[in-house]
């Protein structure tokens, strides 16, 4: 999996440049347009979330877990708008003293490992957009990557109260992946070899599930898949907004991706990082259909208490 180093790698390092560009408690992941690419970035996160809480069947006594949960732009929403009480887990040092400097409830830890007498029991738990980084590529070179999917749906089902569900957003590779042999940072630019070079680069340590079947079988015996629906075409409007907003001109902004670019000179990623930002290997991989991206939602799956 993607360990702390990593995930410091790639989401404390933009830390100020997101909160600056993005918004202070904005969500990192696709939002929701529900085919109407004229609404504002801002209003299709907010559909997700109320999409999300409904899903969920969240109300003001829940109480909820986030996993992965950024810089706190459904924990906002949870604390807001409907009341309830959230938890927020994550791996990126950055993203947690943000989310403590906005009062939410916080702890840097791997969700995929969490246990009860930690953190106690929850009515609804979410992931959005962590699960991509549970398996690494040499976790599924050695064949493991169904075991680590198996394991975390293990610990949502121990966290979980009778009758709750998990809300699972994630990417995954699409029907046009390609052997894994056939990436190479020396390919064409713009090819999926190359695309997909730039993916590993762009996010270490983390390998996608091959296709929500894969997650889905991963959770089966301890949940039921009740809903999904693909995000691909959201995904690649909420990317496209981002990197407006992104390049969007500010002189402290700009003073930051200045300081970056000496620190990676300095650690040889230059050219690399220069080429992702360029390029958006993760939006190209949508629009190819290297990737896909869905929204799924579970029901715990009472039977396995009663064979276990
Ligand atoms: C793409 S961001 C999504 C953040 C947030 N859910 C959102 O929608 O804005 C992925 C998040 O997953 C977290 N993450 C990845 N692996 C994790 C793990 N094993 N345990 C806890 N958090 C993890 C990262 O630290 C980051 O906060």
Same mark, same amino acid.
């Given at each position: ?15 100020? =440049?997101?909160? &600056? ?11 929701? @347009?529900? +085919? ?6 801002? @209003? ?27 810089? +706190? ?9 409907? +009341? $309830?009480?959230? &938890?927020? *887990? ?28 930690? =953190? ?10 962590? &699960? ?7 976790? #599924? ?45 020396? $390919? ?8 997909? $070079?730039?993916? !590993? ?5 983390? #390998? &996608? ?12 015996? @301890? ?18 907004? #981002? ?7 500010? =002189? ?17 990623? *230059?050219?690399?990082?220069?080429? !992702? ?32």
């Amino acid at each position: 999996m993607a360990n702390k180093k990593d995930l410091d790698q790639t989401y404390t390092a933009i830390d100020r =440049i997101f909160r &600056l560009s993005i918004g202070e408690m904005a969500d990192f992941s696709g939002a929701k @347009y529900d +085919g109407d690419f004229s609404r504002s970035l801002e @209003y299709a996160q907010h559909e997700k979330h109320r999409y999300v809480a409904k899903s969920l069947n969240i109300t003001k006594d829940s109480r909820v877990l986030d996993m992965g949960c950024g810089w +706190g732009g459904f924990m906002n929403f949870i604390k807001e708008e409907i +009341g $309830a009480s959230c &938890l927020g *887990l994550t791996m990126s040092r950055g993203q947690a003293l943000a989310c403590e400097r906005n009062g939410f409830d916080v702890l840097v830890k791997d969700c995929r490992k969490v246990t009860v007498d930690e =953190i106690g029991k929850f009515d609804s738990i979410v992931c959005i957009g962590a &699960l991509e980084h549970f398996c690494s590529i040499e976790e #599924w070179k050695e064949g493991n990557q169904e075991r680590i999917y198996r394991e975390f749906f293990k610990t949502v089902y121990d966290l979980l109260l009778p009758g709750g569900k998990v809300y699972i957003q994630s990417m995954v590779f699409g029907e046009n992946m390609i052997d894994y042999k056939d990436i190479k940072i020396t $390919a064409k630019k713009d090819t999926p070899s190359h695309l997909m $070079a730039l993916m !590993i680069k762009e996010f270490p340590g983390s #390998w &996608l599930p091959y296709g929500t079947k894969m997650i889905s079988r991963s959770a089966a015996p @301890y949940f039921r898949l009740i809903s999904k629906n693909s995000g691909r075409l959201d995904y690649i409007e909420t990317i496209r907004q #981002w990197r407006i907003r992104f390049r969007a001109f500010s =002189i402290y902004k700009y003073a930051i991706y200045l300081s970056l670019l000496f620190k990676f000179l300095f650690k040889g990623q *230059l050219k690399d990082r220069f080429t !992702i930002f360029s390029t958006s290997p993760n939006k190209r991989c949508f629009e190819k259909g290297i990737m896909d991206h869905y929204r799924m939602v579970f029901e715990k799956n009472e039977d396995f208490l009663c064979n276990n």
